[in-house]
Nanobody
Framework: QVQLVESGGGLVQPGGSLRLSCAAS????????MGWYRQGPGKQRELVAA???????NYADSVKGRFTISRDNAKNTVYLQMNSLKPEDTAVYYC?????????WGQGTQVTVSS
């Protein structure tokens, strides 16, 4: 059974930085796409960034130039480096990983950007 453990959320001032991590365990296969989504108060869950196994990335327009997604295939871990954070980045951030036939969500980690 695949399990995802997220870490790195918290409270940060506008302009600050945070780094999220999501470690996957329990699989006997390699993961395909890995990504980060977020859900703000009263909003629907949206894609923030995704990365393929080969390293090709995709970003939401709202985070381009500020966020960087990366992964370590040997550790089955995906990261999200978030810089120049804005109050509108406040949300619960979820990682999602895709296997050959299924996908899994992390439990979510709260990111709050406030002064």
């Amino acid at each position: 059974q695949v399990q995802l453990v997220e870490s790195g959320g918290g409270l940060v001032q506008p302009g600050g930085s945070l780094r999220l991590s999501c470690a996957a365990s329990g699989s006997s296969f390699s993961f395909n796409d890995m990504g980060w989504y977020r859900q703000g108060p009263g909003k629907q869950r949206e894609l923030v960034a995704a990365i393929t196994r080969s390293g090709r990335t995709n970003y939401a327009d709202s985070v381009k130039g500020r966020f960087t997604i990366s992964r370590d295939n040997a550790k089955n871990t995906v990261y999200l480096q978030m810089n120049s954070l804005k109050p509108e980045d406040t949300a619960v951030y979820y990682c999602k990983v895709e296997g050959p036939y299924n996908y899994w969500w992390g439990q979510g980690t709260q990111v709050t950007v406030s002064s």
